[in-house]
């Protein structure tokens, strides 16, 4: 695991919400004996004080507490944007709640006291998630800053060349000649940071 955590986002942090502080001191000790980041809160409330959506890495996330509980916080996260692959410790009766929350997005959850080496591979696998996600973002953002730098032209041949028509088919249906197509074709490629047809075609299709 500790090889896989060195590639991740240097801000992925494992945000530990529960109300009983040994179960906290115990949890972070075990991650941070893995070189991975974690804050741990004591309540719902205290975690919603500093959450943002720009938060990376997992929630490892208590059932029953105080105020606001587990399954409330998680669903309070989705409205407020902070969209953190969440891995919930439950006990024995609330399973039934917390099926709930998969069907509603959560990645897992363990009944306590959990096996530290399946909790460590659950968070792993929330923090791969995150990550996948992350860069999925990232390269979306990165295909719309090239889009939006495309010409009004370039952008029509675009879509002339994605929907599989050659230069002289393109030329025709715009009106302008096979050269003229062959150069803005060009242009667009290098502005696009696509060294062929197919990973030109692999950024629309991703993007579609």
Known sequence: MRAE?????PQATVFVVDDDASVRN???W???SMKLKVQ?????EAFLAVARPDARGCLVLDVQMPGMSGPALFEECKRRHI????LFLSGHGDVPVVVDTIKGGAVDFLVKPSN???LLERVQQALNEDQASQDARQRETRLAQRLEALTTREREILEQV???RSNKEVGRAL?????TVEAHRGRLMRKMGAASFAELLQMMLTRA
């Open 30 to 32: 075990l991650l941070e």
């Open 40 to 44: 741990t809160f004591e309540s719902a």
């Open 83 to 86: 969209n953190l692959p969440t």
């Open 26 to 28: 115990s949890l972070r």
């Open 5 to 9: 955590s060195e590639n991740l986002d």
């Open 116 to 118: 530290n080496q399946v």
């Open 175 to 179: 009106g302008i000649s096979y050269k």
């Open 162 to 164: 994605v929907a599989g």
